[in-house]
């Protein structure tokens, strides 16, 4: 199973409470689904390769769907190194686009994906201002609390996005067809992760990506892939030591690996009690040693005590190590 794969496992098992319901759907129908109008109604294609993504959307549709008025079908075509993908068509898409607030009037005679948008003349509209979380709370167009920016980001990520594995890049490509969704798909990362994110645009279909690991592992939280995130950081933290390893030559064998293991060890303890508990929680010699480790993953105990700012000897610093590493298995 690919990295890209567990994160979207894990996200689709967080999928839990009727209030993430449409806010997932909305990020799934606005990065994926190609609508458009035959014989005066509405219908709609969803493709994807993969099947837990596509019967989470399918259970979600029946959730939504609750007189019945939804009907659709499924097929699946095979693709090389025994990979499939499901084409699942959608009719009477018209009960889900009201129900998640997105339309073109249906009115007016559109034919292509690109005529639909999200209603901008309610108060209830799903508009780029609307959705950040972060503005005014009094303002009365506010909408959607952060756990809804989480779920629309999720149903984006599911449905059009790759995470590569962390061994071999830092790389989140989210690629969609629609140019008008993709920039405000952008704009709302942009705004939760508070950074820029590029865009490659192709002739069928252009892509948002993100190279930079800490937006990465930000963008895992949000979705709710908090368990990849630890995995994905802990792989940083391997990577990063063993390219310092590298540059130690000089260096007996044995003891950088004992260094290694135990750093490593002991920086993925103090990051989880830092997203569960938050390092400034902790008592003064604590945070401080927790710091210290955090920012020199490369020096041995004797090391860290020649350099840290407070009266704590060698054997001080290992035993608030140790403390750190307690305190992260009780969480």
């Known amino acids: 199973m690919t990295f890209s794969h567990r994160v979207k496992n894990e996200v689709l098992a967080n999928l839990e409470t009727e209030g993430s319901v449409k806010a997932f759907l909305q990020g ?159 704009s709302i990362i942009e705004s939760v992760l508070n950074c820029e994110v590029k865009v490659v645009y192709r002739k069928t279909r252009s892509s948002i990506y993100i190279k930079e690991k800490d937006a990465i ?33 000089n260096c007996d064998n044995a003891n950088i690996k004992r260094v290694i293991e135990a750093s490593q060890r002991q920086i993925s303890a103090i990051k989880k009690i830092d997203e569960y508990i938050g390092l400034e929680n902790l008592d003064y010699k604590l945070k401080t040693v927790a710091e210290l480790r955090l920012s020199n993953p490369e020096l041995n105990l004797t090391e860290l005590s020649e350099i840290i700012n407070i009266d704590i000897t060698k054997s001080g610093i290992n035993h608030r190590l140790k403390k750190l590493e307690k305190l992260a298995e009780s969480i």
């Not at 007016?108 to 994906?113: H, I, L, R, V």
């Not at 592992?217 to 590298?246: P, Y």
Request: charged residues 30%; aromatic residues 8%; contains cysteine.
């Open 28 to 186: 799934v129908v606005l990065s994926s689904f190609e609508v458009y109008k035959r014989y005066g109604s509405l219908h709609a294609n969803y493709i994807s390769e993969n099947v837990d993504v596509l019967s989470t959307v399918i259970r979600e549709l029946h959730r939504v769907d609750t007189n019945h008025k939804i009907t659709y079908s499924i097929y699946s075509k095979k693709l090389k190194k025994g990979r499939y993908r499901q084409y699942l068509h959608i009719d009477g898409v018209k009960v889900l686009l009201d129900y998640l607030e997105i339309t073109d009037g249906y009115d007016t005679p559109a034919q292509k994906k690109e005529d639909f948008s999200l209603k901008a003349n309610k108060d209830t509209a799903l508009t780029v201002e609307n959705l950040l979380p972060y503005i005014d709370e009094n303002n009365s167009n506010f909408i959607l609390e952060q756990s809804d920016i989480r779920h629309f980001l999720a149903g984006v990520i599911v449905s059009k996005g790759a995470v590569a594995d962390p061994q071999k890049a830092y790389h989140l490509e989210i690629s969609i067809k629609d140019k008008s969704s993709l920039l405000l798909i952008k």
């Open 217 to 249: 592992a930000d963008m895992l939280s949000v979705i709710g892939a908090k368990k990849n995130r630890l995995l994905f950081e802990e792989i940083i933290v391997e990577k990063h030591m063993l390219n310092k390893v590298t540059r130690l030559c």
